[in-house]
């Protein structure tokens, strides 16, 4: 079968961002393709001691698959859930495939510039881990790794190493993912979805962002969160409009509640073409939202953790199975076995 996979940093809690660009989409695909297909939803712990450990990391592991269940994710036995540190083989090819990337192409990665910007100096992982994310794909020969917009980069990485390493042996032996446009395709969308900082709308919604205001956490108060919406930056031209050039602020808005309500953007745009009240468009989608992270709380109140550790003990052994086997291929090649 073929494979879909995806995982979510657990630093910390989730944004309205995480949860309506990232893991919804994810939970939606799952429930569609996992009678035909893998569906492999990972917690990528490796990734998330690049940033500062809190000493919650994991709790927060745990939350997050607690996060997918809550969300509506259907587990059947095509759905494997496992944490990336328990599957040895993720470290082993990131270091196989260090020695087939190039500095050049790792440090033209925008995440890697933008998380650098102004520093000194940064640990190595910040600079690294786009390559572990390609063993992350590529371990478990996934066609399909549903992302936002600013993971693109990633993608192509992956394929670019994928096919390089197969040309350097003539062989086959690992898939290449799809290009990025198809991977929108298959999620259905004509673009990757990105939430927008409430306060900065050129920007986009991020955990590590100082205001309060700017973001909406999944541990949110519903009225908090409601109020963080009411008080989101907008602009003077007056007119209720989807265009995230001269109007990101409306925008960001109006895609939200199309994400929130699972309705299509252009039924939304279309509901509000011709109106000017800025105050009733916040109203609704404070209303909205509220009234989602109410619900998803309640969910989430009933899933213990004891759940999710049985789920990580089966697709653990799973995952080990399918990435060593992978491994192997890729350390014969290089005459490591």
């Known amino acids: 079968m073929k494979t879909i996979l995806t995982g979510i940093r657990a630093n910390s809690e989730l944004t309205l961002g995480n949860y309506l660009g990232a893991l919804l989409p994810m939970v939606r695909l799952a429930n569609q393709h996992s009678n035909e297909m893998n569906v492999n939803i990972f917690v990528p712990d490796l990734h998330s001691i690049i940033a500062d450990v809190d000493g919650n990391l994991q709790k927060n592991i745990i939350r997050?698959?607690?996060?997918?269940?809550?969300?509506?994710?259907?587990?059947?036995?095509?759905?494997?859930?496992?944490?990336?540190?328990?599957?040895?083989?993720?470290?082993?090819?990131?270091?196989?495939?260090?020695?087939?990337?190039?500095?050049?192409?790792?440090?033209?990665?925008?995440?890697?510039?933008?998380?650098?910007?102004?520093?000194?100096?940064?640990n190595v992982g910040i600079f690294d881990y786009p390559i572990l994310m390609a063993a992350d794909i590529?371990?478990?020969?996934?066609?399909?790794?549903?992302?936002?917009?600013?993971?693109?980069?990633?993608?192509?990485?992956?394929?670019?190493?994928?096919?390089?390493?197969?040309?350097r042996f003539q062989s086959e032996?690992?898939?290449v993912p799809v290009k990025t446009s198809e991977q929108v395709e298959f999620m259905g969308?004509?673009?990757?979805?990105?939430?927008?900082?409430?306060?900065?709308?050129?920007?986009?919604?991020?955990?590590?962002?100082?205001?309060?205001?700017?973001?909406?956490?999944?541990?949110?108060?519903?009225?908090?969160?409601?109020?963080?919406?009411?008080?989101?930056?907008?602009?003077?031209?007056?007119?209720?409009?989807?265009d995230m050039f001269n109007q990101p602020g409306i925008s960001n808005l109006l895609l939200i509640d199309a994400l929130v309500m699972d309705s299509p953007l252009q039924d939304v745009v279309s509901t509000w073409a011709g109106e000017t009240k800025y105050g009733d468009l916040k109203q609704k989608v404070a209303n909205d939202?509220?009234?989602?992270?109410?619900?998803?709380?309640?969910?989430?109140?009933?899933?213990?953790?004891?759940?999710?550790?049985?789920?990580?003990e089966k697709g653990e052994s799973y995952a080990n199975n399918v990435a060593n086997a992978k491994l192997f291929e890729a350390q014969k090649a290089f005459g490591l076995r």
């Open 64 to 122: 997050t698959i607690k996060y997918y269940i809550a969300a509506g994710l259907e587990l059947n036995d095509n759905v494997h859930i496992y944490r990336q540190s328990y599957v040895p083989a993720h470290s082993e090819l990131c270091w196989i495939l260090n020695c087939v990337a190039t500095m050049g192409e790792a440090s033209r990665m925008t995440q890697y510039k933008e998380k650098s910007e102004g520093r000194e100096s940064c």
């Open 173 to 175: 032996i690992f898939t």
């Open 189 to 242: 969308l004509s673009d990757g979805i990105r939430i927008r900082d409430l306060l900065n709308p050129e920007k986009k919604m991020s955990k590590s962002t100082a205001s309060e205001n700017s973001k909406i956490m999944f541990d949110d108060e519903p009225a908090k969160a409601a109020k963080k919406i009411m008080s989101a930056t907008t602009d003077s031209l007056g007119k209720i409009k989807f």
């Open 138 to 167: 590529l371990l478990y020969s996934a066609e399909y790794v549903p992302i936002g917009e600013d993971q693109f980069q990633h993608i192509e990485l992956a394929r670019n190493l994928a096919m390089r390493f197969n040309h």
């Open 289 to 312: 939202v509220s009234n989602m992270l109410a619900e998803f709380q309640s969910r989430l109140s009933g899933i213990t953790d004891q759940q999710v550790l049985e789920l990580f």
